[in-house]
Antibody, heavy 119, light 110 residues
Framework: EVQLVESGGGLVQPGKSLRLSCVASGLAFDVSAMHWVRQAPGKGLEWVSG????????HYADSVRGRFTISRDNRKNSLYLQMNSLRAEDTALYYC????????????WGKGTTVTVSS | QSVLTQPPSMSGTPGQKVTISCSGSDSNIGTNTVNWYLHLPGAAPKLLIY???QRPSGVPDRFSGSKSGTSASLAISGLQSEDESLYYC???????????FGGGTKLTVL
């Protein structure tokens, strides 16, 4: 079964850090571009960050650039999102997403992990 | 304030055809393909249409996509109650080197 399972979400204070993980199974993770997409409460989908299959090309939304770092470990079929200097506006459900091709559609989505930034 | 503009809501009756629009610019829809996603509450988004007008396997042919210039559309014919959902368009944005989404359209089947 093709599956993406996120973990690492939780309640964190503003200014603190959190690391999200995503483990893939049933798909060719090591040759797939992977991204993070989030949905804040009551809001629409927002792209956060993406990484190519080798890990040497990374992209970030302006809202997280300089604070978030995306990475991957193809030996572990895992994608990560290191989130530093968290803000209240980072509160959201974070989805791990696989692209069908480098700039192709997001064809596999995880169920998401919730991040809440609050004091 | 989404880069891509969608109507916030639409409605239709069973059997009717509805068309959801998605308006962008030269640096996104005008240059790159458009994908559409269906998002049911509490579930992960699902790819509905890719590369402007292609349906993934398993998506009924009641769903169709089209694009002209800097605008795209998702048409749903033979509307069914289970089509009631949120629909998002998305495209690659060259100026941001990232994906941009529409604000989402909530479709209600009356």
């Amino acid at each position: 079964e093709v599956q993406l399972v996120e973990s690492g979400g939780g309640l964190v204070q503003p200014g603190k850090s959190l690391r999200l993980s995503c483990v893939a199974s049933g798909l060719a993770f090591d040759v797939s571009a992977m991204h993070w997409v989030r949905q804040a409460p009551g809001k629409g989908l927002e792209w956060v960050s993406g990484i190519n299959w080798t890990g040497d090309k990374k992209h970030y939304a302006d809202s997280v650039r300089g604070r978030f770092t995306i990475s991957r470990d193809n030996r572990k079929n895992s994608l990560y999102l290191q989130m530093n200097s968290l803000r209240a506006e980072d509160t959201a459900l974070y989805y791990c997403v696989k692209l069908a091709e480098p700039l192709g559609p997001m064809d596999v989505w995880g169920k998401g992990t919730t991040v809440t930034v609050s004091s | 304030q989404s880069v891509l503009t969608q109507p916030p809501s639409m409605s239709g009756t069973p059997g009717q055809k509805v068309t959801i629009s998605c308006s962008g610019s030269d640096s996104n829809i005008g240059t790159n393909t458009v994908n559409w996603y269906l998002h049911l509450p509490g579930a992960a988004p699902k790819l509905l249409i890719y590369a402007d007008d292609q349906r993934p396997s398993g998506v009924p042919d009641r769903f169709s996509g089209s694009k002209s210039g800097t605008s795209a559309s998702l048409a749903i014919s033979g509307l069914q109650s289970e089509d009631e959902s949120l629909y998002y368009c998305a495209s690659w944005e060259d100026s941001l080197s990232g994906w941009v989404f529409g604000g989402g359209t909530k479709l209600t089947v009356l």
